[in-house]
């Protein structure tokens, strides 16, 4: 196999783009519209329950409006707060070079304040986004790549990499 080496800059913009594409995805996955026609309904009962003044247990049937206004709100935080925090966590860093380096043995992450480097069998999967390509860890860490800076190649060998470890039983679906 060759080796990968993947050099890019993790600017403000860079990681605030990439934290905003993973909340939209997160959005998008969550918030099914079965679930939004569910609130609808019970929208209406709790509207027409108000408005005939029924008995107070009626009023229930504002909880799935009442959960998702609350989701709704701490989406809508997390949507502003997390790209201002994942700015302020680089901001210290002499440079912001990411550099990503996949070998035969290692996936390896390097910036200015750290190197990480793990066996492939850390790799947990592969999140696509519109302008990025998310390598999630079993530790939990996401690193975010954008996907112009990865070659079709290096793609190739991470999908295969994890393939690798769906067909030993070692990750399940």
Do not use: N
Not at 38 to 67: E, K, M
């Amino acid at each position: 196999m060759q080796d990968h080496l993947l050099s890019y800059e993790m600017t403000d913009a860079v990681i605030s783009q990439a934290v905003r594409e993973d909340c939209l995805a997160v959005l998008k996955e969550y918030a099914k519209v079965r679930d939004l026609m569910l609130v609808l309904a019970s929208t209406l009962v709790f509207v027409l329950v108000f408005r005939a003044q029924a008995h107070w247990i009626w009023w229930l049937s504002a909880l799935p409006v009442i959960i998702y206004i609350i989701l709704g709100a701490g989406w809508v935080g997390a949507y502003f707060w997390l790209p201002h925090a994942a700015r302020s966590r680089m901001s210290g860093l002499p440079h912001r070079i990411v550099r990503v380096e996949l070998a035969d043995e290692h996936l390896a992450f390097e910036t200015a304040a750290e190197r990480l480097e793990v066996a492939w069998g850390e790799l947990k999967a592969l999140k696509r986004r519109p302008g990025f390509l998310f390598m999630c860890l079993e530790s939990g860490a996401q690193i975010p790549v954008p996907l112009a800076e990865i070659p079709v190649e290096a793609i190739i060998l991470l999908e295969s990499k994890l393939a690798a470890r769906y067909e030993t039983g070692d990750l399940v679906p």
